[in-house]
């Protein structure tokens, strides 16, 4: 089935751009965990969550 491998391969390439796009939206966050409030609080915008790892997003359009 080469045709079904093809599908799937484009399938991961579309993955890995979509991925490629998401990090570069929100390279400008630079979380730092404060541990001493037990919240992560990213340097560039300012935005700050409670949670257990590293956020992944900017959380500066939901303020
Ligand atoms: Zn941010």
Do not use: K
């Not at 929100?26 to 340097?43: L, S």
């Amino acid at each position: 089935m080469p045709l079904l491998l093809l599908i799937l391969f484009i399938g991961v390439l579309a993955y890995f751009i979509w991925r490629h796009n998401a990090t570069t939206l929100t390279r400008n966050c630079r979380w730092r965990e404060d541990r001493a409030r037990g919240v992560w609080r990213c340097a560039f915008c300012g935005a700050e969550t409670q949670s257990r790892d590293a956020p992944r997003d900017c959380l500066r359009d939901r303020r």
